[in-house]
C-alpha cells in the first residue's frame, strides 16, 4: 500500500476528525487507489471509475468504521 494511501486511510479513520474531514480522506484514498489503476486502463475504463468514485469512498468509510 502507498504511503499516500495509508495516510488518507489512517486520517478518514480519526475519530476526532469531523465527518466533512473523514469523507474528504476516504475520497482521496479511493482517488489513489484509481490513480494507481489509471496506467493500465483506457479512457473508458478510467472514466468508469470515476463514476465509481463515491462508492469507492463509501466502502473506505465503511471498511473504517468499528464494530
Partial sequence: ???TIHNAIKLAADPYA????QRANAVAAALEVI???APITDN????A?????AHY???IQAALKLK
Fill in 1 to 3: 500500500m502507498s504511503e
Fill in 18 to 21: 469531523g465527518s466533512a474531514q
Fill in 35 to 37: 490513480s494507481k489503476r
Fill in 44 to 47: 473508458t475504463s478510467l472514466k
Fill in 49 to 53: 471509475e470515476f463514476e465509481q468514485l
Fill in 57 to 59: 469512498a463509501n466502502q
